[in-house]
């Protein structure tokens, strides 16, 4: 089970931190990625993290840093210098370690309720 946290309404430019807490599953045997969905469109991956590093949208690399931390069952998104276009539905999921393409949907097989932020223009 994942429960995301942290999404809220935030001026443009500036920063939030999501947070997903992981229960259930052995944590750190999985991969842990970021969607999200504006209104309108379908979800896109935003970010993922595993043991070899970290992979990132174009839309957010330079802005958004994906992080974990094992003993807390948490993986973090902290996103920086936020656009409008940011604004969406932001979901984190798990996916097996024997994923090969972290930035694919149809890997992840839990996810979370989803967490809203709302950048102002």
């Known amino acids: 089970q994942l429960q995301a946290s942290g999404g809220g309404l935030v001026q443009a430019g500036g920063s939030l931190r999501l947070s997903c807490a992981a229960s259930?599953?052995?944590?750190?045997?999985?991969?842990m990625g970021w969607f999200r969905q504006a209104p309108g469109k379908e979800r896109e991956f935003v970010a993922g993290?595993?043991?070899?590093?970290?992979v990132y949208a174009n839309s957010v690399k330079g802005r958004f840093t994906i992080s974990r931390d094992n003993a807390k069952s948490t993986v973090y998104l902290q996103m920086n210098s936020l656009k409008f276009e940011d604004t969406a539905v932001y979901y984190c999921?798990?996916?097996?370690?024997?994923?090969?393409?972290?930035?694919?949907?149809?890997?992840?097989?839990?996810w979370g309720q989803g967490t809203l932020v709302t950048v102002s223009s």
């Open positions: 259930g599953r052995t944590f750190d045997r999985f991969i």
């Open positions: 993290i595993r043991w070899s590093g970290t």
């Open positions: 999921a798990s996916a097996p370690l024997t994923t090969a393409t972290i930035n694919q949907e149809y890997e992840y097989d839990v």
